[in-house]
């Protein structure tokens, strides 16, 4: 069904063509999304539709009956009401629709001929709700953050974002035949943007979507209409299916024309070949020649690309610990550390009011973080470039140029503002003087002037149009600089960012997987440069075990995908790679957790007294035993004497059985395997039994001269090398002394030498 017919639609402001001979046509059931640079036109197209403009010339035909609702930017300013007061004005048509219905359930009551009438408002009453309006008012405010302790707020008193979010609701619920919408997804977050996706996907309305949200526009839009030069150009399908279409015309115009190019060679050689008689033929070519140039040309030529190159940025460039900030007594940031290094793209992702630009200042020293041991450690050739989200990294009061010649030449500087698309009239303006997409752009520049290697972005995307956001996403992928991203754009999220930071609750997080990690909120790594802990919040539904073939399938088709590179676009081939980076590291941590533990190093049992320790790291060995104890063993290199110290717990009783139990255990690992001359140890106790003698002062020895005797062996190096045995000082253990000074000797030039077992 046919709604809105546009015809040959002209509109001028001021002598300058705005729009120009366009025409449209919008059926029930689609979603139009509008698209085109800032200034061209679209916010006007949407007036014109609704009416509150009209054109120069041509018409606009809308069905009879046909209800259009506009949200554009800025609504709601002067409403006095409260929020819910403003809820119940967009149920305007719902109760109209209900009072309606109750007058013709009179009329029936009556005896009147009604049910044709009264089938039809009831059909428009349950296509509008029915009798859950206000049960779906009050959601979908729920959705935009508005709970039921902000129905009675002034909407004069609302912020800015919270105005223009009160509005897309009360539009989402009025229902009207055609939704005209102009950027709804300002000032909402991803998870909102996605929920706004689902919202009109399911509408049951026609839509005309202006937006520079590529994310929203492929998952809504069935048509897309571009809008450039003062003239709107048709497309069928998503924004994606748009620049598909955009590209192989392209393709075709280059073609076209280097196929025109080859005819026009050919005539001209044909022409100078003829003789001088062949006036007729030599006539007849020239008008082909002409009718050729008349063609137009071929693809224009392609834009300079936006460039963020740092003169240094190789290795870390930055380790913070400890960062923390609180309000009012509430946590915003709460204990982040992390390290960044050359190369890192990060993006810092969470609901609107989480934290995320306060940790940017933290990270900038715009802000002091309240806890006593933060600190941070810079690289020496660290240099840092913010873009925050008011001045754009701008300077007030001071001109563009100028801010530009603080880091380039003035040439350099031009050159870089007009690369963005800001002429001569706008270089000697202040930061004030601009409006937000122009400001934006300046933040751009100032960007590819400072070559700083360490970038914090906060909302870049904000106020600028598609062409220049894609030219940006270009511009951060290249990039060989750490950039911390805070952004709501999942298109540029998705495409930039290889690693996925989000704060909720005041702790940062690593999600894994990127973006769709962090949307499904698989498994999560929390942020600590030391010791990064893994906290799996696989759901129920999916277990380990069909996890891991989920993986080992996706592997085999990228593996299947990646035998033959040439099939796939230098963008798709990066991803793939990253993807199976991660896949190689989310299988390696499933395999590590369905194997078993490895075992300790060193591991003794006496009667029913375990002993064991991992490893020894210096001069220290640390000993867990079973009884719940823990004994550490101190021994200088040069003596090989030990020290033994028992660590009490409180509350708690060591029986002396066990105590000698540790105490031998210990002792057979200390001089059978560490070479420990003797041991020492202070304590009130009586250590008779363990073998120890007393010396004093509540001082005990053990010497490996009576672990011997007691042992009924020997095993000094004297009866070793009788036995054949040595113990080698690099391997530290045991070796048969003729095997190895035979091995010494045969291969003593190139693999051992008396002293050192060191490859030569």
């Known amino acids: 069904m046919e709604l809105l017919r546009v015809q040959n639609l002209d509109f001028r402001i001021g002598g300058h063509d705005v729009l120009r001979d366009v025409s449209l046509t919008l059926r029930s059931g689609q979603r139009l999304g509008l698209i085109g640079d800032n200034g061209v036109g679209k916010t006007t197209l949407l007036k014109l539709l609704s009416g509150e403009l009209n054109p120069d010339e041509g018409q606009i035909i809308r069905s009879p009956g046909l209800r259009l609702d506009l949200l554009q930017q800025g609504q709601l300013e002067h409403f006095q009401g409260t929020v819910w007061q403003s809820g119940l004005q967009a149920l305007e048509h719902h109760r109209a629709l209900e009072n309606a219905l109750r007058e013709e359930e009179k009329r029936l009551s009556a005896g009147e001929d009604r049910l044709a009438a009264y089938g039809e408002i009831i059909e428009l009453f349950e296509q509008a709700g029915g009798y859950r309006g206000e049960i779906k008012l009050k959601q979908t405010l729920a959705a935009l953050q508005f709970g039921p302790e902000s129905y009675q707020h002034k909407v004069s008193h609302l912020s800015g974002g919270e105005r223009a979010r009160l509005a897309l609701a009360l539009a989402l619920v009025n229902q009207a ?53 003062a003239g709107l150009s048709p497309y069928k399908g998503n924004y994606a299916d748009f620049k598909q279409q955009q590209n192989q015309a392209a393709s075709y115009q280059n073609k076209l024309a280097k196929e025109q190019h080859k005819n026009l060679v050919r005539l001209q050689r044909s022409a100078s070949r003829l003789k001088p008689a062949a006036l007729k033929q030599r006539q007849a070519l020239k008008l082909r020649i002409r009718d050729i140039k008349q063609v137009p040309a071929a693809q224009a030529r392609a834009e300079p690309k936006l460039q963020l190159n740092p003169h240094r940025a190789k290795g870390k460039l930055l380790q913070a610990q400890h960062l923390s900030k609180s309000f009012a007594g509430q946590v915003i940031v709460k204990d982040a550390s992390f390290t960044l290094a050359a190369g890192d793209k990060i993006a810092l992702l969470g609901p609107n009011g989480s934290g995320k630009s306060t940790l940017l200042k933290l990270l900038s020293a715009e802000l002091e973080s309240d806890h006593p041991e933060s600190r941070f450690f810079w690289a020496s050739d660290s240099k840092v470039a913010i873009f925050d989200q008011q001045n754009r990294g701008l300077k007030t009061k001071l001109s563009l140029l100028a801010q530009l010649q603080a880091y380039v030449h003035e040439s350099r500087a031009r050159s870089l503002l007009a690369l963005v698309g800001l002429g001569p009239q706008h270089w000697q303006k202040t930061p004030e003087q601009l409006s937000g997409g122009e400001k934006a752009r300046a933040g751009i520049a100032l960007l590819m002037a400072s070559e700083a290697n360490l970038l914090i972005l906060d909302e870049p ?80 539904s999916e277990n380990p075990k069909d996890k891991l073939e989920n993986l080992e399938s996706e592997k085999l088709k990228i593996d299947e995908l990646l035998a033959d590179p040439f099939l796939l676009t230098e963008r798709e081939l990066w991803r793939l790679r990253r993807r199976y980076r991660e896949l190689l590291d989310e299988l390696s941590e499933l395999y590590n ?66 105590l000698t139990a540790m105490l031998k255990a210990i002792a057979k690992i200390a001089f059978e395997h560490l070479e420990v001359r003797a041991l020492q140890m202070q304590n009130q106790r009586e250590l008779d039994p363990a073998g120890f003698k007393s010396v004093g002062n509540d001082w005990w020895l053990f010497s490996r001269v009576d672990y011997e005797q007691q042992a009924g062996h020997k095993t000094d190096s004297i009866s070793l090398r009788k036995k054949r045995l040595y113990f080698h000082p690099d391997w530290q253990d045991w070796v048969d002394y003729r095997r190895w000074h035979k091995l010494r000797q045969r291969y003593k030039p190139r693999l051992f030498s008396p002293k050192s077992t060191k490859r030569k």
């Open 177 to 229: 035949d055609i939704l005209l919408l102009d950027e709804p997804s300002n000032h909402l977050d991803l998870q909102t943007r996605n929920w706004l996706a689902e919202t009109l996907l399911n509408y049951p309305g026609a839509i005309i979507l202006a937006s520079h949200d590529r994310a929203l526009l492929n998952k809504v839009c069935t048509h897309t209409a571009w809008l450039a030069a």
């Open 461 to 540: 995307t904000e106020y600028l149009d598609i062409t220049m956001i894609e030219k940006l996403e270009q511009a951060l992928i290249d990039s060989p600089a750490a950039i911390v991203l805070v952004t709501h754009d999942e298109a540029l999220a998705n495409s930039v960012a290889t690693r996925v930071w989000a704060l909720k609750d005041g702790e940062l997080t690593e999600f894994r997987g990127g973006l769709p990690g962090y949307l499904s909120g698989n498994l999560r790594l929390s942020i600590d440069p030391s010791e990064i802990t893994i906290v799996d919040e696989v759901s129920a």
């Open 593 to 658: 957790a369905a194997l078993p533990p490895p075992p300790p190093r060193f591991h003794k049992w006496e009667g029913a007294v375990s002993v064991s320790s991992e490893s020894c790291e210096g001069l220290s060995c640390r000993f867990l035993s079973n009884t719940g104890f823990e004994i550490t063993l101190y021994f200088p290199s040069s003596e090989r004497l030990g020290h033994l110290v028992l660590h009490d717990k409180k509350h708690s009783c060591l029986l002396p059985w066990a």
